[in-house]
């Protein structure tokens, strides 16, 4: 009687646990397709879409569109500005796949872009409309660094941000909501390798 061989195929782009259920079991992919829906209702929505849905200080502090803080995070103003966010959160995201869980990924993102808005409130003018996924993007960023010690991935880290700040000119680009999205990701991803060391130590010795 001859056994059987079962072969299965290693992808490098998965985590072992995520095997079933490819796209909806990647924060990566979900942001990605929210994001891209999110693009393509505003460019048919037009001027009321964004009025309503980026943030702006004076209506936020003003009148109290709080639910801009969140959904300025999916909001890009041209193809070029969501086209670079979305692959520097396939790269990142997939980078923070591989160490982090899909709790703890959602965490660093979304903390890191709302504490990045939420700054940004006081720190740029009332009257300046702004959004952008790059400031939980650079938290993607933050968190990774603070896990990683491979030199070539901190490489692109590092050209990464470099063209997000070069590109930081242009209307609608939030610099502080990087700045502080960085800085929420970095602590966040601290004390996520922190607790994950604690418990592997406790482990080690239960």
């Given at each position: ?14 985590r072992p646990w ?135 991935n901190l490489g ?21 909501a990087h700045l ?27």
């Open positions: 009687m001859q056994g059987s061989v079962r072969i299965t195929l290693y992808d490098p782009l998965q995520d095997r079933k259920g490819i796209f909806w079991s990647s924060p990566t992919y979900v942001l990605i397709a929210a994001n891209t829906i999110m693009y393509v209702l505003l460019v048919v929505g037009g001027d009321p879409a964004y009025y309503f849905l980026a943030q702006t200080g004076e209506l936020v502090l003003g009148q109290g569109y709080y639910w801009q803080i969140f959904t300025s995070l999916f909001v890009h103003f041209d193809i070029s500005h969501i086209l670079l966010n979305m692959i520097g959160l396939f790269y990142f995201g997939k980078l923070n796949e591989a160490q982090f869980s899909n709790r703890q990924f959602y965490v660093i993102y979304f903390v890191s872009g709302l504490l990045g808005n939420v700054m940004s409130l006081y720190l740029i003018p009332m009257d300046v409309q702004s959004g952008g996924a790059s400031g939980a993007i650079f938290g993607l960023l933050g968190s990774y660094v603070a896990i990683s010690r491979q030199a070539r692109v880290a590092l050209v990464y941000a470099a063209v997000i700040f070069i590109s930081s000119s242009g209307p609608g680009v939030n610099i502080f502080f999205g960085l800085l929420g990701g970095l602590l966040l991803g601290l004390l996520f390798v922190s607790t994950r060391r604690s418990i592997e130590y406790s482990d080690s010795y239960s």
